[in-house]
């Protein structure tokens, strides 16, 4: 069975969550209430996938979402926000912190375990699996090292580089750099890019992809207000663009993602169409 660890403030979200795992005898279910017992129920029972009430008093939620995206020795650990709020905002606020996926009720079993198995392969299916008619030929995909401008990419180890700097990324994040990346100056639109990208999956939406690249943003781009590589095509889509001007982001910068992020979203970051 593989563990999953549920994170909740009291809403009851958490407990229907935990009986719809715990009946279908696939998972051990595991369930926190207080965020310090959050990294040694982590560290104990080393959880495939994480869920996480970002509902609760405070938004407390989205604070851990950020704090264990900012760590990298979790960075391939799924995380699913879950909450009482179904507003597109409320959605794109939990992604844009970290979340791989978001439930709101009302949900039904067969939905919780639809958007587990798309998480859970999205995580799990190796990078050639996901690229489909919008890819490079196959000869292409084969080769294990991309380089772009500043940006080296291991396929293969799913590593990022920027002018020999590793930087930390979640698979999904991973995912969509290589394919921006190999299909270099070439517009997707957000609909490609999910279909190249995500996959089958019915429950994620076009925003899921502003929410990914702005993320990515926070981890490559020197200036994200005014992004070097990762375009905006107004309109269209996005474009990944070669250049060799991105200087290499510090350590000091990485470690502070969370806070980063945290200060970005108390601006008011925009949610409504693409991630200018």
Known sequence: MQNVLIVEYGSGIGDVVRSFLTDSNYYSVHQITSESALMPAIKRYSPALIFIEVGGSGFRGLDICRLLRSKPWLAN????????????????????????????????????????????????????????????????????ILNSGDIQIDALAMKVWIKGVEVTTTSLEFRLLHYLCLNRSRVFTRDQLLDAVWGNDQFITPRSVDACIRRIRRKIEPNRTIPTYLKTIRGAGYRFEVTAALSAPSTSAQETLGINAAQELGRGAAVGGLAS
């Open 77 to 144: 650990t799924p995380l699913i926000a879950f909450s009482a709020a179904s507003r597109d905002e409320d959605r794109i606020l939990g992604l844009e912190c970290g979340a791989d996926d978001y439930l709101s009720q009302p949900f039904t079993p067969r939905e919780l375990f639809a958007r587990i198995d798309a998480v859970l392969r999205r995580f799990s299916s190796p990078i050639s699996d996901r690229y489909h008619e919008h890819a490079l030929p196959e000869d292409t995909l084969s080769a294990s």
